[in-house]
């Protein structure tokens, strides 16, 4: 089957892995999102931590069923080679597309080992070029919970490295455990990520599952261009969703 994501997206020190049942053991994810860590991960999500496997499986049978419908694109987030807990799986990252809107939204969010080394903005940066080099999207937006700082930091620093910036509130629009909560709004344009990328950007997408068989992706400096998005530590705890 033909499919418009990527299995695989390699930046420098993450692999993305498409979150399918045949890629993403369900025992793995239900053995990350059990632990009671996770109860500190979902307080700005719209979700809690996994109970049974079960639970595990029909998340990954879920995110497989909106992949082949083009709906959204959610990848298992690795550390790759190098990094502090190499190959573990330290969270989920993906982007949900409305193709009548012509609009992607983020996703993403760490296991808490994982926090403050700035791996947000690198993913940001991959799954945004995803979205308008190859999906020709016209807008990528991302929401955080107002509440949350750590988040509303590290999307406010690659938002502003990618072109964007914040548009506003969306009030009640998150469902949380005791209630809904209001939502800041951050977006950016494909003409404003040109203009402050050149659309270039780091890291290799294949849909064979080997990052090594990429499509273009020209990294080289421009003196037009911004430089790569800052990837120190940008406290990315659960940053988006």
């Known amino acids: 089957m033909s499919h418009l994501f990527p299995e695989v997206i390699e930046t420098e020190r993450l692999r993305l892995v498409a979150a399918r049942p045949e890629n993403v053991h369900p025992l793995d994810v239900y053995e990350a999102c059990s632990q009671p ?38 990848y298992a987030v690795y550390p790759r080679d190098g990094e502090d807990g190499a190959g573990e799986l330290a969270g989920f990252g993906g982007i949900h597309t409305e193709w009548p809107r012509r609009v992607g939204t983020l996703g993403f969010w760490l296991r808490p080992q994982f926090w403050g080394r700035g791996y947000s903005g690198e993913r940001a940066e991959a799954l945004t070029a995803l979205a308008f080099d190859v999906l020709d999207l016209e807008v990528v937006e991302v929401k955080h919970a107002v509440e949350n700082e750590k988040s509303q ?45 050149g659309g270039d950007f780091d890291a290799e997408l294949s849909w064979d599952g080997a990052a090594d068989a990429s499509i273009a992706t020209d ?12 990837t120190t530590a940008d406290d990315d705890a659960n940053a988006d969703h």
């Open 37 to 74: 860590e996770m109860d500190d991960v979902a307080t700005y999500m719209p979700w809690s931590r996994h109970e049974t496997p079960k639970v595990s499986k029909d998340f990954l049978d879920d995110c497989a069923s909106k992949w082949d419908d083009a709906e959204s694109a959610q």
């Open 153 to 197: 930091r590290a999307i406010e620093k690659y938002m502003d490295a990618l072109g964007g910036g914040r548009d506003g509130r969306d009030r009640n629009s998150l469902p949380v455990e005791d209630g809904v909560a209001d939502q800041f709004v951050y977006s950016v344009s494909q003409d404003e990520w040109l203009d402050a990328t």
């Open 219 to 230: 990294t080289t400096p421009d003196d037009n261009t911004s430089a790569a998005i800052d």
